[in-house]
């Protein structure tokens, strides 16, 4: 029995990336990653919360912060900005992280207000033991959660996602995208 035929009643219904409906192709493409991300999201709340023992948004600062250089850090402005977050929420999450043993917080040099954020060692090393059952729970996600078509469309908006290189015509410019990995 495939992972489809198992729950047939919690398939998502995803955007078509065919079109045929309304919307113009980037809000289709959007709420196909919105619904991507939903599956993702939901599979990985509890792995997070049985490998890590944090909550999911934590786990995305933990993220953020593990894209860095080892003796790297971000600024908690900066944080806040990429995850979308009001900067109140995230000083009670980072304090979690912290007083949990995975971040270091410290003062920005010659900035009263600038605080910037690294992770322990100890983050670390949880971080490299669950990256396995993180990426499979990705994958199983996506596989379960997101048809054919959709998996289609977000290899054409994700082309690593495939392990292909991206489709380019001919003369046009390649835009690839980064997770941001500088503090400011």
């Known amino acids: 029995m495939s992972a489809a035929d198992e729950h ?3 398939q998502l219904e995803c955007p078509s990336a065919q079109g045929g409906g ?3 192709a980037e809000l289709r493409g959007w709420m196909l990653l919105l619904a991507a991300t939903g599956a993702v999201e939901q599979q990985l ?5 049985e490998r890590l023992d944090v909550s999911h948004d934590e786990f995305l600062i933990l993220c953020l912060l593990a894209e860095q250089p080892p003796a790297g850090s971000l600024r908690m402005t900066r944080i806040a900005e990429l995850l979308g977050r009001p900067k109140t929420r995230l000083t009670y999450q980072i304090a979690c992280l912290q007083h949990a043993g995975l971040v270091n917080r410290r003062s920005v040099c010659g900035d009263k207000r600038g605080v910037e954020v ?3 060692e100890q983050a670390r090393r949880l971080l490299t033991e669950a990256s396995e059952i993180l990426g499979e729970t990705v ?3 996506l596989a379960r959660f997101v048809g054919a078509e959709q998996r289609e469309a977000l290899c054409h908006l994700l082309p690593d996602l495939a392990g292909e290189a991206p489709r380019q015509a001919e003369g046009a410019p390649v835009r690839t ?4 990995v500088s503090s400011e």
Do not use: C, E, G, Q
Not at 45 to 49: D, E, I, P, S
């Open 8 to 10: 047939p009643a919690d």
């Open 45 to 49: 709340r509890t792995v997070v919360k």
């Open 22 to 24: 309304l919307l113009p």
């Open 139 to 141: 994958k199983a996600a």
């Open 118 to 120: 690294a992770l322990t």
């Open 177 to 180: 995208s980064t997770w941001p």
